[in-house]
């Protein structure tokens, strides 16, 4: 049965480069969108949010870039929380999916996975999926 869900993802980006935010947001929402079997018209909406220490581009470029010209968008400043983690664009997307919650493969890539180590290495279905041939990990 088809339900909305909640996909969420996050990166850890080297710099404050308006080009560096664009790919790594863009590898980032292509993991999510492998990893959960996401067609475009399954994507109700995406909601970015960057740290305060990421400034020089819009990470909703990306989506654009990747087609999605008709899903809404939204683009936000996290908190300055002292001690956090800096130059991470986090995701969360609203999708239309046959998954059901405790399937639904969240994403974290390179530093941010130390956000939620408990999912930064994809969940054991992703793993077993992978382990037999299918799409690997790119970053």
């Not at 909640?6 to 850890?12: F, S």
């Not at 020089?56 to 683009?75: H, I, N, W």
């Not at 996975?113 to 994809?122: I, K």
Request: with cysteine; net charge neutral; glycine share 8%.
């Amino acid at each position: 049965m088809t339900a909305v869900r909640a996909v969420r993802g996050a990166i850890q980006v080297d710099r404050d480069e308006r080009d560096l935010i664009i790919a790594d947001t863009r590898t980032l929402l292509e993991e999510i969108l492998l990893r959960n079997d996401v067609a475009e018209e399954d994507i109700i909406s995406v909601f970015f949010t960057m740290t305060p220490d990421l400034a020089s581009g819009f990470p909703a470029a990306a989506a654009r870039e990747l087609g999605l010209v008709d899903v809404p968008l939204m683009c936000a400043t996290e908190i300055a929380v002292p001690n956090a983690l800096r130059r991470v664009v986090r995701v969360l997307a609203h999708i239309n999916t046959d998954l059901s919650r405790s399937d639904v493969e969240h994403v974290y890539l390179r530093g941010a996975g130390r956000l939620r180590p408990d999912l930064a290495g994809g969940s054991r279905q992703f793993q077993r999926r992978t382990s037999r041939g299918g799409p690997g990990l790119s970053a």
